[in-house]
C-alpha cells in the first residue's frame, strides 16, 4: 500500500531564522505516484468544459468551474500539475478505461452500477434533486413520469432513476441541452441537481421554466471523483488532499462562490 511521508522542511528566508520559527508543512509525497498516473508529475482530469457551474469556459476564454477549481487545488496538494480532458459526459468512463485521464471530475454521482467497474474518492458536494418543467406543464410529481418524455443523459444517476420511474427517455449529451429540449417541448421536463438549477436560474431570470422538489424521488446526491478500479490507491490519496482541502475551509470557500452556499458538507 502506498503511503504518505511527512516531511517537516525549516523556513529560513524572510526574518525567520532570526525569530528561530519553524514551520512545519504537510509535503504528499510518494516515490510509485508516478506509475498511478497517466503523465509523470501531472494529474490529468476528464471533464466536460460546457456544465456550468462545475466546468465550463469562462468570459477570459479560460476553463473554470467548481470541478476545475477543486482538481486544481487537489493536484497542488499531491504536488502534481493538472491538465484538464474536455470530454462529452456518456464518454467520459470509456476515457477514464482508455487511460485518458487519471481521474473525472464531473458532478459524478455514486451509484452501485458504477462502484462495481470504479474507484471514488470522497464526497465533495451534497445536494438535491429536482425536476424542472415549463411553466403551466401538466407535469407537476416527479414520482409520475411514467411515459412522459424526460432529456437525460443515459448514463447519469438521473438518467437511471427516470428509468427505473418509466419515463421515455430523450438522450441528451449535457444539461444545457437537456433544458433546451424542455423549453422546445421536445420534452416535458428533465432530472438534474437543485444547484445545477440554481446557477441557471440565476443567469436565466427570465426563463420560462420552474423546477419542483424531486428529493422524494432521487437518491441523496452529489459528486466525488471516479477512478479506474485498478487506481484505488491514488483515489485515497485524493481523498487525504480533500479532506485537507475541508478542513482548511478550501471547498467551503469555492462552494460560496460557485453555488452562493456550502454544499461541501452533508447537512
Sequence with gaps: MNTFKKITIAAVALGLVGSGLLVSKTVFADKQQSSELKTKGTLTVGLEGTYSPFSYVGKNGKLTGYDVDVATQVAKKLHLKVKFVETKFDSLPAGLDANKFDVIYNDMGINPQRQKNYSFG??????????????????????????????QSTSSNYGVTAQKLGADIIASPGFTESLDLVESGKAAGTFNSADSWGVY??????????AIDASKVLPKSGAAPMLRKDNSALAK?????????????????????????DLSKEK
Design 122 to 151: 470522497s464526497q465533495y458536494l451534497y445536494t438535491k434533486g429536482v425536476l424542472i418543467v415549463k411553466k403551466g406543464s401538466t407535469l407537476k410529481d416527479p414520482a409520475k413520469v411514467k411515459g412522459e418524455k424526460l432529456a
Design 237 to 261: 490519496k485524493i481523498t487525504k488532499a480533500q479532506k485537507a482541502l475541508q478542513k482548511d475551509g478550501t471547498l467551503k470557500k469555492l462552494s460560496i462562490k460557485y453555488f452562493g452556499s
Design 201 to 210: 436560474k440565476k443567469a436565466n431570470p427570465k426563463t420560462d421554466l420552474v
